[in-house]
């Protein structure tokens, strides 16, 4: 059975689907969490390090992290959008991705945690289009 290869991915209809999707989005996440995140975005979402430095040179304001962790989240939006098809699960995953990224910056999950519960929602989500909850 042929599985498709072409964005949005189809809802899966079998296991080797459900797995192609969910490889589809573990795909996503590393290109969002690694060379799509820089140096810039990964300390400075944190609110518990020092701000980075404005590309003027002045100091950035405190709230600088809020813009950070969204401009990351909304990264990760964009890539569950692309490869689902759905705007739905896209903002879920904007917000459940602050969340579990809050908690890493907070020191209240380790990096490790952070990266499982990430690939958790992944599966859940390929669980919700597999079942029909949504489309």
């Not at 975005?41 to 992290?65: E, I, Q, V, Y």
């Not at 910056?105 to 859940?124: M, N, P, V, Y």
Request: charged share 10%; with cysteine.
């Amino acid at each position: 059975m042929p599985v498709s290869t072409t964005f949005p991915l189809e809802i899966p209809t079998g296991p080797l689907s459900a797995l192609v999707l969910l490889f589809a989005f573990a795909i996503g996440h590393a290109l969002a969490d690694f060379p799509l995140q820089g140096d810039f975005l990964s300390h400075g979402k944190n609110r518990n390090s020092p701000s980075p430095p404005l590309a003027d040179g002045r100091g950035s304001p405190k709230s600088l992290w809020i813009y950070l962790m969204s401009a990351h989240c909304l990264v990760h939006a964009g890539f569950v959008w692309l490869v689902c098809g759905s705007a739905l699960l896209a903002f879920a995953e904007f917000v459940l991705h602050w969340i579990i990224d809050v908690l890493k910056c907070e020191g209240r999950t380790s990096f490790e945690t952070d990266q499982w519960l990430h690939i958790a929602t992944k599966a859940l989500y390929v669980g919700i289009l597999w079942a029909g909850w949504i489309s």
